[in-house]
């Protein structure tokens, strides 16, 4: 830790769950800024004369904000939303939450311009289905905010740097580094303050879609999409989130404009955003019968 910056060696760029709580970072609290170490590209939490840990202790969501999130099961009298979400029910608790601060949580998350042949709304990448238990993405935002309620500074601290030890739980359910391997025991493991922090980076992945309904075309195109999944130019495999780390201290408006100028298939234009490394998502394949969701990562060379 030197003046108002702190290295944070555990939020690597290379690790997707990282570099999103590194950005979580920033939308919960819009006085932190986040650039990334040139050579060891770990994340650098800034603030203007103040201790972004500090800051980030005192704003921590509550339970009471978490319970107000339009994302929630039950939330302000407008229906119930599950993993399964008709698009009567999206557009009526869309409509209830329009002026609310954290619209985005259903934004970020479904999308009514994409609707299936039974009138369900398409889910994001990073909202990926739970089976039994593990239910869906507010109920695992939850489990694994109660594992850190409250946390001290000190406690957040020993997270940002990758000192914190690991929780049993499945955290957010995407993250690569979760799955034990085949000598373990077969449990999940991960650290809670990363994946608090990493729901928060979805403030600034909206989902989009070509407005397609199966239920009046059987046939339609659905291609929804959330922001920086893309497909590399001239291959058919299925889209990849891609993502970038930057040598300037960005707060979360600054972020959202980086990623919108930012194309991982340019690179020569990197360094006009300040870009210095990126990577992509690489999934886990699981084998049949097995509902397990996970992203890894490769760095983008060429």
Not at 230 to 252: I, Y
Request: charged letters at 25%; aromatic letters at 8%; a neutral charge.
């Amino acid at each position: 830790m030197s003046g108002t910056q702190i290295v944070c060696d555990g939020l690597p760029a290379s690790w997707l769950n990282g570099w999103m709580a590194a950005v979580g970072a920033t939308v919960i609290d819009e006085g932190i800024r986040l650039h990334w170490h040139q050579e060891s590209h770990s994340a650098v939490l800034s603030a203007a004369c103040s201790d972004p840990v500090a800051r980030l202790a005192a704003v921590w969501p509550s339970a009471e904000q978490l319970a107000d999130l339009p994302i929630a099961e039950d939330w302000g009298g407008a229906g119930t939303l599950r993993r399964k979400v008709d698009v009567e029910a999206f557009v009526a608790r869309a409509r209830a939450a329009r002026a609310h601060p954290q619209s985005w949580t259903l934004s970020s998350t479904l999308t009514d311009l994409a609707v299936d042949g039974t009138g369900e709304v398409a889910h994001a990448r990073f909202d990926p289905p739970g089976p039994g238990p593990i239910k869906w993405l507010h109920h695992r935002l939850l489990k694994a905010w109660k594992h850190v309620a409250a946390p001290s500074a000190e406690r957040l601290r020993a997270s940002l740097v990758g000192e914190a030890e690991r929780v049993q739980d499945n955290g957010l359910g995407f993250d690569h580094s979760r799955l034990a391997s085949s000598a373990d025991d077969g449990g999940r493991w991960t650290d809670p303050v990363v994946e608090v922090l990493a729901f928060y980076a979805l403030a600034l992945l909206p989902m989009r879609a070509r407005g397609t309904d199966r239920r009046i075309d059987p046939d339609a195109f659905v291609d929804q999409r959330q922001r920086g999944w893309r497909r590399t130019p001239g291959s058919r495999e299925a889209r990849r989130f891609h993502w970038p780390a930057w040598h300037h201290p960005l707060d979360a408006a600054g972020i959202d404009a980086l990623l919108d100028i930012w194309q991982p298939e340019n690179r020569e234009q990197w360094p006009l955003a300040g870009v210095h490394a990126a990577w992509r998502t690489v999934a886990f394949e699981p084998h049949r019968q097995d509902y397990t969701r996970a992203f890894g990562s490769e760095r983008i060379l060429h």
